[in-house]
């Protein structure tokens, strides 16, 4: 176990990850604490590991299915044992108008989660209470596979 307590709840949890299984596994610890309705920006560049992410927290929720960045399509939906999942991924879009024409609002306040790559290009209409799931590459060329990973949920 990485941390017992609701992340962000109480604190802001940080954690270094060495490596993609490490993120993977501190990504389904924190899916046990996912509720319907709840938003989690998935933050970091390109590469860093937010489908990695996804996909972990996806398979926590109980599916077994692809998880791969809906680049092109702007959301792919996994119905998950648990609760529908809801991957979005914002990176090819200009403005968050483009966001709110495919219903994003909705699935905001519906009875899944939401995880939702480049979640910068959406700032303005992130629901208060959303989950942020952090990742930086610190050190990109003495050690590639470390990650800085903050986890926190904006007021
Ligand atoms: N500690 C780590 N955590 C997550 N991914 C890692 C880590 N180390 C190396 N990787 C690699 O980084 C890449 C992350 O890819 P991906 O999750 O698709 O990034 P993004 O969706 O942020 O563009 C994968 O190839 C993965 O194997
Ligand atoms: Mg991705």
């Not at 941390?3 to 990850?17: C, K, L, N, Q, W």
């Not at 109980?62 to 999942?85: C, D, H, Q, R, W």
Request: charged share 25%; hydrophobic share 40%; with cysteine.
């Amino acid at each position: 176990m990485y941390f017992a307590a609701a992340p962000g709840v109480d604190r802001e949890f940080e954690f270094i990850s060495k490596d993609q299984k490490q993120t993977a596994e501190l990504a389904a610890e924190f899916a046990a604490f996912l509720q319907p309705g709840d938003v989690v920006a998935l933050q970091g560049d390109l590469g860093s590991g937010k489908t990695v992410t996804a996909r972990a927290i996806a398979r926590a929720l109980g599916y077994e299915g692809n998880v791969t960045s809906p680049t092109f399509t702007l959301l792919n939906i996994y119905p998950a044992e648990k609760m529908p999942v809801y991957h979005f991924d914002f990176y090819r879009i200009a403005t968050s108008h483009e966001a709110v024409d495919i219903g994003t609002l909705d699935y905001f306040e519906g009875e899944g989660v939401c995880l939702v790559e480049w979640p910068e290009r959406v700032a303005d209409i992130l629901p208060a209470g959303s989950y942020f799931f952090s990742l930086d590459i610190p050190d990109y060329h003495t050690d590639p596979d470390k990650r800085t990973i903050v986890i926190s949920r904006s007021s």
